[in-house]
């Protein structure tokens, strides 16, 4: 009896790897389907899956001082958004009290609130969930 399986691969291996390599052990395994188990050959199978996957890089999460300061966003001014605020009034022909109106602050406040920016939903969007409301409200009455 052996001790361990692994004994006996490496024993056949050492003894007898040259008449078994003679086809007869490859034969076997090819024709049972059988992956050959013994040491030198399992080197081999991992000298090769090792040249055919290539190993990761870290590259990706390192970024350079100047990529890093250039996606990240400044700190918040107040300058910045009075002037923000102020082109967004023109631009979009909006009254001087659009900016006390109640709905507008609490969006902003809820806008202040997000951890990783926020994401301004699409004119399509923003119709259906009108019409949508539209719809909920005139079921209410």
């Not at 107040?78 to 002037?83: D, V």
């Not at 109106?101 to 259906?128: C, D, K, T």
Request: glycine share 0%; with cysteine.
């Amino acid at each position: 009896l052996v001790k361990d399986v692994s004994t006996l691969r490496r024993h056949l291996q050492d003894r007898h790897y040259a008449s078994l390599q003679q086809n007869t052990y490859q034969k076997w395994c090819t024709l049972k389907n059988f992956t050959s188990k013994l040491p030198k050959d399992v080197k081999i199978r991992k000298d090769e899956e090792r040249k055919r996957v290539k190993q990761s890089t870290l590259d990706f999460p390192v970024q350079d001082a100047a990529t890093v300061s250039a996606t990240r966003p400044r700190p918040y001014s107040h300058k910045e958004f009075l002037q923000a605020a102020l082109e967004w009034l023109i631009a979009t022909d909006q009254p001087l009290r659009a900016l006390q109106h109640p709905l507008f602050q609490a969006m902003i406040n809820l806008a202040a609130r997000a951890q990783h920016g926020v994401e301004i939903p699409s004119r399509a969007i923003v119709r259906r969930e009108i019409i949508e409301l539209f719809n909920r409200k005139l079921r209410e009455l």
